[in-house]
């Protein structure tokens, strides 16, 4: 049974007072799957990211609490603003032990910046505003450039390792799915997937690309009333419902042997191949429809920023600037993809407005009599004028 209850919602979150059943997991994005609207969702995430923050805010959480710093000042991470300027409260740096002092499913309250169980103070933070936050990024944009020195310089080593075996041949699985000289639309559960997906109906109605979605992308696609042909991944983030909607799947798996998240597909007794290949699963994702052929890729939710890398906990992007070399110009954000689609006028539609307008003024020549009068004298002070002209030769 949910119990929720907001007993003051003013200016100053630190006199807000929220009680509701708690939701307990380091791993913000499985909490998010199952922490229902009104429960307060009890994380343990540094630097709390904009995905994350935007799946809590969906699931309607009541108040979220932070073990760690949800802001640790190395860069300007986006989520806790966007958790605040959603309403909700972030009580933040409580400390390790509140993951093992409230379990799932107990009744706590926050209030006066602590977490309370049974009149018991369990836990104790700060309870961040926007104004604080915004102090915070302010400091964190100033402390970004060591960041991006140390990204900078992870980015180039990786790239001396990996650059032969992103550029060398690849076996591709024997897909049953047709991609060569179609468009394909890679999905990722990352930044504005949603919005994207909203802005590409038209397009994906039109050109009815090769959906390929990677891990949890797979569930966005399902929310938009779409299946995907092809799920790629290490399926750890992948609901039972999108690895059964029946797309065929594609365990990724890194040239060195390792291969995260193969006993989630073996547990789960479904069919898969397997695809090897260095990088991401998103870098994968579209490795594998540029060498089935396909004739242009649009990428949805994508990592394509320093910070976008460091909101997923990476400490460089080689393996995706050099895909992105790799592909080239087959490769587009699906951004621009709607930016350029809305404007576009098709000669279909173009027909079938003039057919509509020549329909509209045949009906209203039939109902007018005043109008059919008129045309009627014109026609006969036609038929006048052609007689003498006519007489006259």
Same mark, same amino acid.
């Given at each position: 049974m949910k119990v929720f209850?907001?007993?003051?919602?003013?200016?100053?979150?630190?006199?807000?007072?929220?009680?509701? !059943? #708690?939701?307990?997991?380091?791993?913000?994005? +499985?909490?998010?799957?199952? $922490?229902? %609207?009104?429960?307060?969702?009890?994380?343990?995430?540094?630097?709390?990211?904009?995905?994350?923050?935007?799946?809590? !805010?969906?699931?309607? !959480?009541?108040?979220? $609490?932070?073990?760690?710093?949800?802001?640790?000042?190395?860069?300007? +991470?986006?989520?806790?603003?966007?958790?605040?300027? #959603?309403?909700?409260?972030?009580?933040?740096?409580?400390?390790?032990? !509140?993951?093992?002092?409230?379990h799932e499913g107990e009744i706590v309250e926050i209030r006066d910046g602590a977490v309370w169980h049974d009149g018991d103070k369990v836990a104790a933070g700060e309870m961040l505003t926007g104004d604080e936050i915004e102090r915070r990024m302010d400091d964190a944009k100033e402390n970004v450039g060591g960041e991006l020195r140390d990204f900078a310089r992870n980015t180039l080593q990786y790239i001396d390792k990996e650059a032969e075996q992103t550029f060398g041949p690849l076996t591709l699985p024997k897909l049953q799915t047709p991609i060569r000289g179609r468009?394909?639309?890679?999905?990722? %559960?990352?930044?504005?997937?949603?919005?994207?997906?909203?802005?590409?109906?038209?397009?994906?109605?039109?050109?009815?690309?090769?959906?390929?979605?990677?891990?949890?992308? #797979?569930?966005?696609?399902?929310?938009?009333?779409?299946?995907?042909?092809i799920i790629i991944g290490d399926f750890d983030s992948l609901s039972s419902k999108a690895m059964r909607c029946g797309a065929e799947l594609v365990h990724h798996v890194h040239p060195d042997g390792r291969d995260p998240g193969r006993d989630h597909l073996v547990e789960a007794g479904v069919e898969y191949q397997t695809f090897v290949a260095e990088g991401t699963s998103e870098d994968a994702a579209m490795l594998l429809a540029y060498e089935a052929g396909a004739e242009l890729i649009v990428a949805v939710g994508t990592h394509a920023t320093m910070v976008e890398f460091l909101d997923k906990g990476r400490r460089g992007m080689a393996s995706t600037f050099l895909t992105r070399l790799r592909l080239g110009p087959v490769l587009v954000d699906a951004k621009g993809v709607s930016r350029l689609y809305r404007g576009r006028v098709r000669r279909r539609d173009l027909l079938l407005l003039v057919a509509s307008a020549a329909a509209a003024m045949v009906v209203m020549v039939s109902a007018s009599h005043s109008l059919q009068v008129f045309l009627d004298g014109f026609s006969l002070i036609w038929d006048r004028a052609w007689s003498h002209l006519t007489g006259w030769f």
């Amino acid at each position: 049974m949910k119990v929720f209850k907001r007993l003051a919602r003013s200016r100053h979150p630190s006199s807000s007072q929220v009680l509701g !059943v #708690a939701r307990v997991d380091a791993r913000t994005k +499985n909490l998010a799957k199952r $922490v229902g %609207r009104g429960e307060i969702a009890i994380i343990d995430h540094q630097d709390i990211d904009r995905v994350a923050a935007d799946s809590l !805010v969906a699931a309607g !959480v009541a108040a979220v $609490v932070n073990a760690s710093p949800s802001i640790s000042g190395r860069y300007p +991470n986006g989520g806790p603003a966007r958790l605040v300027a #959603a309403g909700v409260p972030l009580l933040d740096a409580v400390g390790p032990e !509140v993951m093992q002092l409230v379990h799932e499913g107990e009744i706590v309250e926050i209030r006066d910046g602590a977490v309370w169980h049974d009149g018991d103070k369990v836990a104790a933070g700060e309870m961040l505003t926007g104004d604080e936050i915004e102090r915070r990024m302010d400091d964190a944009k100033e402390n970004v450039g060591g960041e991006l020195r140390d990204f900078a310089r992870n980015t180039l080593q990786y790239i001396d390792k990996e650059a032969e075996q992103t550029f060398g041949p690849l076996t591709l699985p024997k897909l049953q799915t047709p991609i060569r000289g179609r468009h394909a639309l890679v999905v990722v %559960r990352g930044l504005d997937y949603k919005s994207d997906l909203r802005l590409l109906r038209a397009y994906i109605r039109e050109y009815k690309p090769v959906l390929i979605a990677v891990d949890g992308g #797979a569930d966005a696609l399902l929310e938009s009333g779409r299946a995907p042909d092809i799920i790629i991944g290490d399926f750890d983030s992948l609901s039972s419902k999108a690895m059964r909607c029946g797309a065929e799947l594609v365990h990724h798996v890194h040239p060195d042997g390792r291969d995260p998240g193969r006993d989630h597909l073996v547990e789960a007794g479904v069919e898969y191949q397997t695809f090897v290949a260095e990088g991401t699963s998103e870098d994968a994702a579209m490795l594998l429809a540029y060498e089935a052929g396909a004739e242009l890729i649009v990428a949805v939710g994508t990592h394509a920023t320093m910070v976008e890398f460091l909101d997923k906990g990476r400490r460089g992007m080689a393996s995706t600037f050099l895909t992105r070399l790799r592909l080239g110009p087959v490769l587009v954000d699906a951004k621009g993809v709607s930016r350029l689609y809305r404007g576009r006028v098709r000669r279909r539609d173009l027909l079938l407005l003039v057919a509509s307008a020549a329909a509209a003024m045949v009906v209203m020549v039939s109902a007018s009599h005043s109008l059919q009068v008129f045309l009627d004298g014109f026609s006969l002070i036609w038929d006048r004028a052609w007689s003498h002209l006519t007489g006259w030769f």
